[in-house]
């Protein structure tokens, strides 16, 4: 009797064991299913820093006669991708960035952001196929009331015209091109404020409840039209300051660009997505030239 009492204790002893070891499998499971997001932001938090360069283009001419330093011709910005593609860079977008500082996904080895500003309608006519025959990507920041005027009339001439709201849509579909903020109303110089920037007169829940009205008002049409909302503010002229980022963020935005020509450096912060500085593409000067100028300061 004392040894089946022995045996069935030592049995149930093993079932009991069993039971609690499944019991701790399943929790550990369980918790690390709904923590994965958590571990992998924690494991990718420890990874270096990137250098993003960010290239700022406005005007596209389809002849190379230029005569300011927003415009570059058709010819070189196929250089520009050419030279791109063949050594080693890889274009991303606004959205890249979100993943990689939210989500925990990675980056190519060498990324790279191409941002065209203002909506210029030669952007669609010699920038947008270029980027089709070379799949490269690139943000496009309209500003919202130039699209507006040019949808409601027929005017398509590349040399002054804006880019209408179909053809922005069309842009936006193709999975190349991003649209972003550039605001509804406020490229302007002294008018009497430049661009975002808050005046010295100005209070400000009076400056928040303008920037606030404008830049929710081109959030609005580009969503309606092209069934995309921005998630980045491309400040005109670069002008902003620490009270433009306060409202920016409170609208929901998670990234901004300025007009400073800087060294972005990026990790797993999403802090790290705000006043990111550009590198403006001037005429009449070689691709080759201008990128290995640009890696040059990137490795400083």
């Not at 049409?221 to 670069?238: D, H, Q």
């Not at 790290?272 to 030239?289: A, D, M, V």
Request: glycine share 4%.
């Amino acid at each position: 009797m004392k040894i089946n009492s022995y045996l069935k204790f030592k049995i149930n002893s093993k079932i009991f064991i069993s039971i609690i070891a499944s019991i701790v499998i399943i929790f550990t499971i369980t918790f690390y299913s709904k923590n994965q997001k958590f571990a992998n932001a924690f494991q990718n938090s420890t990874k270096q820093s990137i250098k993003l360069p960010i290239i700022m283009y406005h005007f596209i001419s389809k002849g190379e006669d230029i005569n300011n330093k927003f415009t570059i011709s058709a010819k070189t910005f196929e250089e520009d991708l050419k030279y791109l593609s063949e050594n080693g860079y890889t274009t991303i977008l606004v959205n890249d960035l979100i993943n990689y500082t939210e989500n925990g996904s990675d980056l190519p080895e060498k990324p790279i952001i191409l941002t065209f500003d203002d909506g210029a309608y030669n952007n669609y006519c010699y920038a947008y196929p270029l980027a089709q025959k070379y799949n490269a990507k690139f943000i496009f920041s309209p500003i919202a009331k130039e699209c507006d005027k040019y949808s409601s009339i027929d005017d398509e001439n590349p040399t002054y015209a804006y880019t209408n709201w179909g053809k922005i849509k069309e842009m936006s579909e193709s999975g190349l091109v991003e649209i972003q903020n550039h605001t509804y109303n406020m490229h302007k110089i002294n008018s009497p404020r430049t661009g975002c920037s808050k005046l010295k007169t100005e209070n400000f829940e009076n400056y928040k409840y303008k920037l606030s009205s404008d830049l929710e008002k081109a959030q609005n049409l580009i969503s309606e039209k092209t069934n995309f909302t921005p998630t980045a503010i491309v400040y005109p002229f670069g002008a902003f300051d620490k009270n433009t980022e306060k409202v920016v963020k409170s609208l929901g935005f998670k990234a901004s660009f300025t007009c400073e020509e800087k060294v972005n450096i990026i990790n797993r912060n999403p802090e790290t997505l705000y006043s990111l500085g550009r590198f403006l593409r001037p005429p009449y000067i070689s691709s080759e030239k201008f990128f290995k100028k640009l890696e040059q300061t990137h490795k400083a």
